[in-house]
């Protein structure tokens, strides 16, 4: 599909579900992969034998994204290890339902702090190793906002996610002189550890079909291709963009 041998990339929350899907999809087109995990080492390290029988090198490697000081200390890992990164997917994230009038200060300062200030500690560490140029990847939803969709019971979830988009924006604009690339993907409904108590309920999910033109909900290695794409030599000149990858959903 596209060549990424020789490539360096850190994948967060990469030990399963999406995270899972778009490492082994880089490591199939060649790129080396530090699997980043908070809770799950167990998964984290399946990920690593996956990729380490595609003939690439990866170790897994724990921290909490919210933390500034665990995400220094990942990314001198990196350095110390392979001396350059090449691609950053930030994906690590985490998803509460609530009506808006109960969600908690708490929850909110929690969402936050994993899937939108986790993406900014980490691409602010990543751009230090990326002298040569680089690709971000930032992952959004398709709840981020500016598509106009709205789901019930998410507010905290969504105003991190178009939190994301605006950071991704911003960032093409200011890193793109010093040959980075940053895009954000925008995932519909896809079969992950996040979804599946949604998926399980027979009704929820036909209402989903229903408004996915492709008759079906997304796959993790559906967002694996697309962060291929993006972290490529063949997507050089695509920056600033929230690729939606939803089955058709927006066009519903």
């Given amino acids: 599909m596209f060549n990424l041998s020789g490539k360096k990339a850190v994948v967060t929350g990469g030990s399963r579900g ?3 899907g778009i490492v082994l999809a880089l490591a199939q087109q060649g790129a080396d992969v530090l699997v980043n995990y908070h809770h799950h080492p ?3 390290e399946a990920v690593v034998e996956e990729v380490k029988k595609l003939n690439h090198e990866a170790f897994a490697y724990q921290a909490d994204v919210s933390q500034a000081d665990q995400v220094k200390a990942m990314f001198a890992v990196v350095k110390n290890q392979w001396g350059k990164l090449d691609i950053l997917v930030n994906n690590a994230g ?3 339902f609530a009506p808006f009038e109960t ?3 708490e929850d909110w300062d ?3 702090a994993v899937n939108l200030k986790g993406q900014f500690l980490c691409a602010q560490e990543a751009v230090k190793l990326m002298s040569k140029g680089g690709k971000i990847i930032n992952i959004a939803s398709i709840a981020s906002g500016g598509a106009g969709i ?3 019971n998410i507010a905290h979830y969504t105003a991190s996610k178009g939190g994301v988009v605006a950071l991704t924006e911003n960032l093409a604009n200011e890193l793109g002189p010093k040959g980075i690339n940053v895009n954000a993907i ?5 079969e992950s550890d996040m979804t599946k108590d949604l998926l399980n309920d ?3 999910k036909q209402s989903f079909l229903a408004r996915i033109p492709k008759g079906r909900v997304g796959k993790p290695e559906d967002i694996g291709a697309a962060a291929a794409f993006l972290a490529s030599d063949e997507a050089d000149y695509i920056t600033g963009v929230v690729l939606y990858v939803d089955g058709g959903w927006l066009t519903g």
């Fill in 18 to 20: 999406i995270g899972r």
């Fill in 42 to 44: 167990a998964e984290a």
């Fill in 94 to 96: 985490i998803l509460k």
């Fill in 103 to 105: 969600i908690s200060k």
């Fill in 110 to 112: 929690q969402i936050m």
């Fill in 150 to 152: 709205g789901f019930a």
């Fill in 186 to 190: 925008a995932p519909g409904v896809i």
């Fill in 202 to 204: 027979e009704k929820q």
